[in-house]
């Protein structure tokens, strides 16, 4: 579902956005110790959930409050004025849209990579050729010594052993040699120049890259900071995104938690904590923190009553 993708963004360039903001609560409600009946108004279809799943989390939501307590806080009801509303905002559009833009970054690094993997062939090949070039004319190096020592020799009258058209198609043969050599060496050359080019144009694609990474993740912590996917206010919860179904029930029981009244805690195991960091989202328990919190509002009623 392309909705939720955008949360894995932040593992993937290893910028600590896990840490999203929950919305700071407003009004306090069920200051009585009826249960608090809330119900479904509105999902957005982008969200792709039905109503009848949604159902589903919030019981399960419902259920975190209930487990560690054994009192029932939170009853579905279609009737009730507790209203429930997954809203897609702008928020959540910005978010399809900087997965496009990763998308778009992730997928010129692999085209930045792959070039540099042939340049590196590319660079071993030149190598090889160049090493088998330098033999090659250390080798026509000696012949050409060789050849000279003949000549001395042909020219002091050991006529006996060198024959002038002998010397002379050795000279051929040895000029012909030299001028492949001069060839292949210059071939080289060439190659060596386009990979030079080559080289540069990859640095410089680096250098946008790394500007573009930049760029991106200032735009990802912009927009995070901005960002609060829970509100509760009066009788409504707001939600405005989530990362996965276990994400959006933990959100929903905090929101259920400022729905009682509760404000946040500090610690960060707490489903009370202002933001989703270091909880247990699989299968989360109420910590002492919340339960203390529960604890200190009931304990008020109870002494105002
Ligand atoms: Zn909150």
Redesign the pocket.
Known sequence: MKTFLWWGLSLCLCIGFQTTS????NLAMGSSNQPLKYRIAFIDPRFQLTREKLVEISQQAAEIWHKETGKTYFIYDSEAQLAINLIYDDHQLMKSEQQESLNALLQKQEVWRLKNEEIILNKQEIDQLSSDLNKRKISLKTEFEKYQQDVIRFNQGEHRYYRADELKEQQNQLQQKSGNLQNESNNLNFKIQLLNLKIRELNQEQNDLSSLKTQFKLEQKASIQSFHKGLFSQNQIQIYGYASLNDLRLTLA?EFG?ALGLK?TTDPKSL?Y?RLKEQDIHNFKLTDSDLELLGSIYSSIKENH
Request: glycine residues 0%; without cysteine.
């Open positions: 929950f919305a700071q609560n905090h400022h946040h009370m202002p």
